[in-house]
């Protein structure tokens, strides 16, 4: 993976960065290094994460996903961290099963879902670290009665991906389901290259030692400098452009098959980096297509944001027909990619003239390899990011008032946070 930070210079991007910032900055990042490198070294909580690529066991997921091999459909029943890593994986590479990630509770999405898949050939991954998030153990609940209901043992076909204790743990217990533990020191957000990540590609007969493979020459190449690490020097050029402006970070990539990808760098950057009243909002886009669709935003609107443009120089192909249609005569014999890599490039220099900064990130192919490089390098980025915007990068405590104020209204218990949904002022227009 290599990244060019060149467009997000002071010289060319307003915001921008001084070079002289940056090389004062490479100090810290030099600093945050060692932190991160201790904190890796000693296995403490959230640093463990960049050691994944050696402390997971592909073998076991193997073994666990092995008894769903006469399955072509998956369920993977989690939300958060414990379905975008896996489905950044499967949305990507996944060709000769269907993966479903259940990460809402929407009700007509799930009864149509349900109503379309056979239940009869469907594997459940049921995820869950806490084993207490609603949202996933109420779709388990949902999904299990389905099973029941179309005459399937669900005990027959489901595995559990989760911590030490809880729900789930005691599930697994209860009715003898394979069960992967969910690594400690691992925060749902950076667990695509654990279990919780890899157990749906190993069911998708993903290479899941590429993946590793990839991650874990990221890890090898972590150094004190961001001028020798793409993933530092990500995370430094996106720290700088934020503190001089740059609230919003339009993560496109230019690649149909890395649209979850931006899904999950939006939890990623958004859970770790928004405390203290600081962070980047992260926005999901995506080449072409958001070229007719927030480009416009992007380019002629406020100096708040920068873009990263990502893709692969690798791809596969397909020709573009010769054609005397009005002014198009000029796609004949071109190819699409050559239509897709000119997009980017001229999305890129669009920005550049309009000096909004943009950073371009390039991995080799959207393949096991590449992804593993692509997430171990955003996990990296985003915890450099941590240590220098000095938050505690590994905790999310302000998603918990909301789930508190649901669990209150659905008589859950007695919580001040749903009092508080009561005090709403209105004012409502019909
Ligand atoms: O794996 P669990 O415990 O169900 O949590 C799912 C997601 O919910 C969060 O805890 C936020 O509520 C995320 O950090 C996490 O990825």
Known sequence: MKVDIGNALASEATPGVPEGALDRLDRRVADAHDTIAAGRAASTHGYESLNLPSTVDPEAIRA????????????????????????TLTDALADDVEAYYLDNVDPEWIEDL??????????????????????????????????????VDWTERTWVTTGEAGNLRNLADQHDLPALDVPDGVPGRFSALSTVGLAAAAFADLDIEAVLAGA???????????????????????????????????????????????????????????????????????????????????????????????????????????????????????????????????????LAQADLPNVRIEIDEVDERGLGELLYSMEAATILAGELYDVDTFVQPAVEWGKKAARGLLGGGEFEEADAVDQKTELVVE
């Open 64 to 87: 666990a996903v092995a008894p769903f091999d006469d399955c072509d459909t998956l369920l993977n029943v989690g939300i958060g961290g414990s379905a975008l890593g896996a489905a």
């Open 114 to 151: 349900l109503s379309e898949i056979d239940l009869e050939s469907t594997a459940v991954n049921v995820v869950s670290r806490s084993g207490t998030t609603a949202e996933t153990l109420a779709n388990f609940l949902v999904v299990r009665e389905a099973m029941d209901d179309a005459g």
């Open 216 to 350: 874990g020459e990221v890890a090898d190449d972590l150094s004190g400098s961001l001028y020798d690490t793409p993933a530092y020097a990500y995370g430094a050029i996106t720290y700088a452009l934020d503190v001089r402006g740059a609230g919003v970070n339009a993560m496109m990539p230019y690649a149909e098959s890395l649209e979850t990808f931006a899904e999950w760098y939006a939890q990623l950057s958004a859970e770790s980096l928004g405390k203290d009243g600081l962070g980047q909002t992260p926005v999901r886009a995506l080449g072409a297509t958001d070229q007719h669709s927030q480009l416009q935003l992007y380019r002629a609107g406020p100096h708040d944001k920068m873009v990263t443009l990502v893709r692969p120089e690798e791809r596969a192909d397909r020709a573009i027909p010769e054609t005397d249609l009005e002014g198009l005569s000029y796609l004949g014999g071109s190819t699409l990619g050559d239509l897709l890599d000119a997009e980017f490039e001229a999305t890129e220099a669009s």
